[in-house]
């Protein structure tokens, strides 16, 4: 998966979700008009969908479903249910989410991005295959990575924190990092992938800093493989993949997990419980003068025994051929 091919048709369906907000009751959920009148409304567009896609299955004829979780693929699943067409799930993250949990009595094989012990699919169905990831993200040696840093103008006598909050940004880890860049940046090179939305404002308040910080809005992917690759410690959210990603790079990580998201903390809690990442709230972000993201860097990078352990046992999550076992489980469900 390096690439994608545009020569490709891709055909959209009609779904729907239901929003359903940790912080909010149930009499708030069916009284808060902006959260109760979309869900009636989505209902209704799963409804739609499950027809339109059936209608489709049945010209497409398809020998298997493969859905990837989301709200999106529920009327595709439960259409392939109607039609008895072999249906195959996966689920990236540790906590599973609302369509799989109703799609997988019917589904023929269900994937897991994590070890099966995280969920409650039936065990005779389900296997661990991890999460297919680019085959750029894989060990590189210190003599390719010293490499990559020349071409990413980043100092090689120097280690490199790598800070990235995920597509968006993170305000949290944006305004922790440019607090305390001067201590960061006295001590490694410092490259922050900030987002679009806080991009201005931080370049603003880093116009100062020396060759040692770069502040990115946003990077290619295939720029974040090279920067992640080359990093002695990333800095970052925990969604799924990226872990996966890092595991594969073998990077030592710190994790910040949105507190928002309780799938993040689960992924976050996952790794760490295994001594593969150092993981932190950011709610403790610089309490009493404090900064706990300064101080796990710092950590990181003055013990090599730590890095390596870290890089060791984050590396034991890879799953190099989970594309291969994930096409295995699909054209095993074709045949049935």
């Given amino acids: 998966m390096d690439g994608f091919d545009p020569s ?12 359903r907000y940790h912080h909010l009751t149930f009499l708030q959920h069916i009284t808060i008009p902006s959260v109760f009148w979309p869900n009636i409304r989505d209902v209704f567009l799963v409804m739609g969908g499950v027809v339109q896609s059936t209608v489709r299955l049945m010209l497409w004829r398809p020998d298997v479903v493969f859905t990837k979780g989301g709200y999106v693929c529920l009327p595709v699943g439960w259409a392939a249910k109607l039609l008895r067409i072999p249906l195959v799930i996966h ?11 109703l799609l997988a009595r019917s589904a023929t094989y269900i994937a897991t991005g994590a070890p099966l012990e995280y969920y409650k699919y039936p065990v005779s169905k389900s296997s661990y295959v991890g999460i297919p990831i680019n085959r750029a993200f894989h060990h590189y040696s210190d003599s390719e990575r010293a490499e990559i840093k020349k071409t990413l103008a980043i100092a090689s006598d120097r280690p490199l924190v790598v800070i990235t909050g995920g597509g968006l940004g993170a305000k949290a880890l944006n305004d922790e990092v440019a607090l305390h860049l001067h201590e960061l940046i006295a001590r490694a090179s410092v490259i922050l992938i900030s987002g679009t939305e806080q991009y201005d404002e931080l370049r603003a308040l880093t116009t100062h800093t020396d060759a040692h910080f770069q502040l ?3 990077v290619p992917s295939e720029v974040m493989v090279e920067m992640l690759a080359a990093a002695d410690v990333v800095v970052s959210r925990a969604g799924a993949t990226t872990l996966l990603e890092l595991a594969a790079l073998a990077r030592p ?3 910040v997990p949105s507190m928002r998201l309780e799938w993040q903390i689960k992924h976050a809690t996952h790794y760490s419980e295994q001594n593969a990442v150092v993981m932190l709230d950011e709610h403790s972000f610089s309490q009493e003068g404090k900064s706990t993201l300064l101080e796990a860097v710092m950590k990181v990078l003055d013990s090599s025994e730590l890095q390596s352990r870290l890089s060791k046992n984050i590396r034991q999550f890879a799953k190099p051929n989970a594309a291969r076992d994930m096409a295995k489980i699909i054209l095993k469900a074709a045949k049935k």
């Avoid at 490709?8 to 929003?19: D, P, Q, S, V, Y």
């Fill in 216 to 218: 990115h809005a946003f």
């Fill in 253 to 255: 990580t710190v994790l």
């Fill in 8 to 19: 490709i048709k891709i055909t959209t369906t009609i779904a729907g979700k239901l929003r």
């Fill in 91 to 101: 689920d990236s993250d540790v906590q599973a989410g609302l369509t799989n949990r």
